[in-house]
């Protein structure tokens, strides 16, 4: 009987699933506002990339460590939504099963270099000046 109650409590091997993609998004999310915030002080990027993938990104930000499978979804295989808002704005979105569950379970919290998390839309906004 407790092990039952504790299934129900947790949600079971379907629950834990769900939350380690949504974890694995948040933390790819993450990764690629940093990668745009560029803390390679040494180059100066005058705008943002146009497109989202790891050629854009290497030659926006160079040296930088990012790998291919960071730029899609793990689950689905499909790539994040990036928007380049502006010259220095930008939004990388995910699609989660629980954006705010993802964001208390990732031991890093919220995003820094200028970047916002909202979990109502699953996009991460940020900025690079």
Not at 72 to 95: G, H, I, K
């Amino acid at each position: 009987m407790a092990i039952l109650l504790g299934i129900f409590t947790i949600g079971g091997p379907n629950a834990a699933r769900r939350d380690m993609f949504d974890l694995r998004r948040y933390e790819n999310l993450t990764q690629i506002a940093a990668a745009l915030h560029c803390a390679n002080w040494r180059i100066l990027q005058p705008q943002l990339p146009e497109k989202l993938d790891l050629e854009s990104i290497r030659a926006y930000c160079g040296g930088i460590e990012i790998q291919a499978d960071v730029l899609v979804d793990n689950e689905t295989n499909v790539p994040y939504d990036y928007t380049r808002l502006n010259e220095t704005a930008f939004s990388v979105c995910a699609v989660f099963y629980d954006a705010e569950k993802a964001m208390r379970l990732n031991y890093q919290g919220y995003p820094r270099w200028n970047a916002t998390f909202n979990p109502d839309t699953g996009c991460i906004t940020g900025r690079i000046r």
